[in-house]
Every structure is written in C-alpha cells, then in structure tokens.
C-alpha cells in the first residue's frame, strides 16, 4: 500500500510538471502572438528557392538567425555551392544523452520558385477562406488576442511551420525558466528532396554528428487535429521503372512488325507475378533476407482505427504499389512500349540491394533479357522478351522498435501534454531527406511537426489553431526527458556538475 502511495505521488508530481510546462508555454504565446506571426511572415516573405543556389542560401540564414535568437549557436556547413546545412545546437552540460532534431529547407518540386505554379507571392493573413467572403486583415497588435480560425496564406508554409514552432517553443520554455536534460543538435538541410548530397558528405566526414543518442526526424505532414501520428521506422525504399518492349522482325519489305504478345500484356502479366492481391511483394529469395521482428500498432484515440494501413504494412511485410502505367508508341493498335512505375517497400533489416537484385532475377525467370540501357532494335529483335529495369531511387531503412524505453517514454510524455496518438512501426509517407539515413546511429522516431496544408493556386494555407497546436506539441518534443538520462545516478549527476 506504502509503495502504492509513493508511485501515486511521483507520477502526480511528473503530470503537474508536465501540466506548468505546457500552461508556461501556451501563457508565452498568448502574449507573443504578434511575435510568432512576425518570426513566420519573415520566413515567408523570402520566396522558397528552387534550383536558385542563392535563393536556397538566403533561406537557410534566415533558418539560421530564426535559431540564433532563441538561444541556439548556430553555423551553415557546404561545400562547393551546394545549398548549406544549417546546424543549431545547445549544449547543457557533459554526461548528458545527445537529442539531434531533422528537418529541411527546401520545398518539394511542386512548391519551388521555378515550378509551372502561380508565381510568388507574399504571405497575408485572412480573416477567413475566400471562397467564404474572407479578407486579407492586417497583423494583430502586439498583446491583441488574434482569432484562431484566422488563416495564414503563403508559400512552402508546411516546410517554414516547424522552424517557428521549434524556436518559438524553446524561447518560450527558457523565458520559463525550464532547463533541458539533455544536449540538442538541429539539422535543417537544402537538398532534402535532391538527393541530401551535403548532409551524407557532412555526416561521412564527422561521424560523431550521426553517432547520437536519438533522432527525432520532424518532416513530413499530419493529419488533422487532434490526432498525432508517431513512427519509430523508415523502411527500405526501392522506386523502380520496368519497361517491356515489343519484339520486331523485318519483314521482305524492309518494315517493321512484331508476331510477339504486345508488350502492355506482357507487362500486366509480369506484374501480377510480383504481388498478390493485398499488394505483399512475392519474389523467390525473399526468405532468405533477415527477418524483421512482428508489430502491432497502437492508437489511443480508438474512433481513429477505421484508418489504419493494410496489415503488409503494419507486420514487416515486403509491399508493392504500382504508382503509374504508360504505354508509347505511334499507334493505339501498336504499342511499341509499356511502362510501370513501381514503389517498394521491405523491412528495414533488409539492404535494397539485395532486394534489387531479386527483383532482377525473378524477372529474367520469368523469361525477359533485362538490361538497365534503352535496348537497340537490334537487341530487340535478337530477344522476344526484353525488359528495361531502372533504379530511380533506393534507401535501407532504419527502425526501432516501438517496445524500448525511447519509444515508450517518448508516447507516455506526448499523450501527457494532451496529444491523441496514433503509433505506427513505419512511416509510409514519402519523405525527404532520408537517404542518409542508415549512417546514423541511435533510436529514432518520425514526428512531423506541420499539418496537411490546404493549398489553392500554389498557395497553402494554415489556420491560426493549427500553428498553436504544432508550438505546443513542439514544447511538448523539446520538454521531453530521453530514457539515457533515468539510467544516471543522482551521485553521477552530482560529480558532472562539479567537474570531477
């Protein structure tokens, strides 16, 4: 009964403090929302830059001095002149757990300067959607409450949102008087959705920067309020492009014809030697690759069940989607090519090359000659069966499991700020950034800090209620204590604070 008591008592004291936290930071921002608009109309006044090398460059110091203000020592990283990586850190004390926070700066193809949308343009606040009489509406005053269906209209929002949160949060922590346990590293890099060229080099050449405790990656989008999605994997990543060819002859009259199946027939059979009918990938050799330990998923917000992905993705099951089928030719009746664009998805244990490298076989068992190059005529008419197979883009996952004291401690302090949580083992939504990803070290978990934007003509919009969710789950991620500390001693503690 005794022990009871106790237990009682300590996880109060830990749901009050968590309680102070949160109501600090919420009080902070109701008297600084003028602020936090100004932070985010900055951002958002700069146009979100493309394949301009000083646009992108113009954005990741304006990341940068963002970071720099509330508190953070900041620096840019490049070489040549590649887009830079903008690393702000806080470093509490020796002896502590490293937390490294992910995200990037540049806006995916459809949100870049140079893409066929409109062009820039600067950011307004509206008193409501336009389509229902809303208006663009000066900024409040400062210490004037702001309406929280109020909207915030502007470009590559979804990317800029976290950076404000983040800063705006630990701004409003710090005033508070509230200290981290643990030591902070955030990266924010340019080519997120290039290849992540700088980052890979960045990490190569100091490994101490990818060997941390945990990583927090912040990209990607949630869903709508108030349910929060949460992963602790990245699964292996392979997007493919098969090509089937018609087979030709020459006839005595000099022209071209194929006596062969059409190659859209060929392709729908080929395909359905891929998958089942739930989309798991079916190649031989699979079994062969590491197997990847079961999981469930969990949600604390039961009406959300409805939701949930098929079960190949919830169990460490190979998946294949096919994104896309085209045929080319002259004629409707003679295609001379057919086309699929194909994602798959493995565990993370298992290594893309390996899985390509199935791939190809089962396809050359199937009775195809395939070749990586646009095959010549004269190939096609030596093969019946010729087959293009073209890697576009290729990753190893990483993944931790959800029943370590990281993933446990990291939901049980989010769903105590209030936040409904949806655990998934991957996340399957396509990401920047992450072919970096098997070099790092330490625990992991996907936490996007923006919500689905709603967009109109290029534009996105963000309500107001929306950006004061994502500070404070923000506060919430950057209050969190990481499991390594609750290993340390109070005697440990002590000896690290007087230099011993």
């Known amino acids: 009964m005794r022990r009871l008591l106790v237990c009682g008592v300590i996880c109060a004291g830990a749901a009050l403090a968590q309680s102070a936290g949160q109501l600090a930071l919420r009080e902070w921002r109701e008297r600084h929302e003028r602020y936090v608009l100004d932070q985010l109309f900055e951002l958002l006044r700069l146009p979100p830059g493309g394949s301009d090398a000083s646009e992108l460059r113009r954005n990741a110091e304006a990341v940068a001095d963002l970071f720099k203000r509330a508190g953070f020592k900041t620096t840019l990283w490049s070489r040549s002149d590649a887009?830079?990586?903008?690393?702000?850190?806080?470093?509490?004390?020796?002896?502590?757990?490293?937390?490294?926070?992910?995200?990037?700066?540049?806006?995916?193809?459809?949100?870049?300067?140079?893409?066929?949308?409109?062009?820039?343009t600067r950011p307004v606040l509206l008193s409501g959607p336009r389509e229902l009489g809303?208006?663009?509406?000066?900024?409040?005053?400062?210490?004037?409450?702001?309406?929280?269906?109020?909207?915030?209209?502007?470009?590559?929002?979804?990317?800029?949102?976290?950076?404000?949160?983040?800063?705006?949060?630990?701004?409003?922590?710090?005033?508070?008087?509230?200290?981290?346990?643990?030591?902070?590293?955030?990266?924010?890099?340019?080519?997120?959705?290039?290849?992540?060229?700088?980052?890979?080099?960045?990490?190569?050449?100091?490994?101490?920067?990818a060997n941390v405790d945990a990583w927090i990656l912040l990209v990607g989008s949630q869903p709508r309020p108030p349910l929060w999605s949460v992963c602790f994997g990245v699964p292996t990543y392979l997007s493919v492009e098969l090509a089937i060819y018609a087979h030709v002859e020459r006839s005595d009259l000099g022209q071209t014809k194929s006596s062969a199946p059409g190659p859209a027939t060929l392709l729908v059979h080929l395909l359905a030697t891929l998958r089942d009918e739930s989309g798991q990938l079916r190649i031989r050799g699979l079994e062969d690759l590491p197997a990847a330990p079961g999981t469930t998923r969990r949600s604390t917000a039961s009406r959300f069940?409805?939701?949930?992905?098929?079960?190949?993705?919830?169990?460490?099951?190979?998946?294949?989607?096919?994104?896309?089928?085209?045929?080319?030719?002259?004629?409707?009746?003679?295609?001379?090519?057919?086309?699929?664009?194909?994602?798959?998805?493995?565990?993370?244990?298992?290594?893309?090359?390996?899985?390509?490298?199935?791939?190809?076989?089962?396809?050359?068992?199937?009775g195809f000659y395939v070749t990586a190059?646009?095959?010549?005529?004269?190939?096609?008419?030596?093969?019946?069966?010729?087959?293009?197979?073209?890697?576009?883009?290729?990753?190893?996952?990483?993944?931790?499991?959800?029943?370590?004291?990281?993933a446990t401690g990291l939901c049980s302090h989010?769903?105590?700020?209030?936040?409904?949580?949806?655990?998934?083992?991957?996340?399957?939504q396509p990401l920047p950034g992450t072919a970096w990803i098997e070099q790092v070290r330490g625990s992991l978990a996907v936490v996007p800090l923006a919500f689905a934007t709603a967009a109109a003509s290029g534009e996105e919009l963000v309500r107001l209620a929306d950006l004061w969710e994502e500070i404070d789950t923000a506060?919430?991620?950057?209050?969190?204590?990481p499991p390594a500390l609750a290993a340390e001693t109070p005697r440990t503690r002590q000896m690290v604070r007087s230099g011993r």
């Open 83 to 120: 887009p830079p990586v903008v690393i702000a850190e806080h470093f509490e004390r020796p002896g502590l757990p490293w937390v490294v926070l992910y995200n990037c700066y540049d806006p995916p193809v459809e949100g870049r300067r140079d893409s066929p949308l409109a062009e820039f």
């Open 134 to 209: 809303g208006r663009p509406i000066p900024l409040p005053s400062p210490g004037w409450p702001s309406d929280p269906e109020w909207l915030v209209q502007g470009r590559a929002l979804q990317q800029r949102l976290p950076f404000v949160a983040l800063s705006v949060a630990w701004e409003a922590l710090r005033t508070s008087g509230w200290r981290p346990r643990y030591n902070l590293r955030i990266l924010v890099e340019g080519e997120g959705y290039r290849g992540s060229n700088q980052l890979q080099r960045l990490l190569r050449q100091n490994p101490a920067l």
């Open 305 to 366: 069940s409805a939701q949930r992905e098929p079960a190949g993705r919830l169990n460490d099951l190979p998946w294949l989607e096919i994104v896309r089928l085209d045929y080319a030719g002259t004629e409707a009746s003679d295609r001379s090519r057919a086309v699929a664009w194909l994602v798959l998805e493995m565990p993370a244990g298992w290594s893309w090359h390996a899985v390509a490298d199935r791939l190809m076989q089962h396809i050359r068992n199937q």
């Open 373 to 406: 190059s646009e095959p010549s005529w004269e190939l096609r008419r030596a093969r019946r069966r010729v087959c293009r197979l073209t890697i576009r883009e290729a990753r190893n996952g990483k993944r931790t499991s959800s029943e370590t004291p990281f």
């Open 414 to 428: 989010l769903e105590g700020w209030g936040k409904a949580l949806e655990v998934n083992p991957y996340c399957h």
């Open 475 to 481: 506060g919430a991620l950057l209050s969190w204590e």
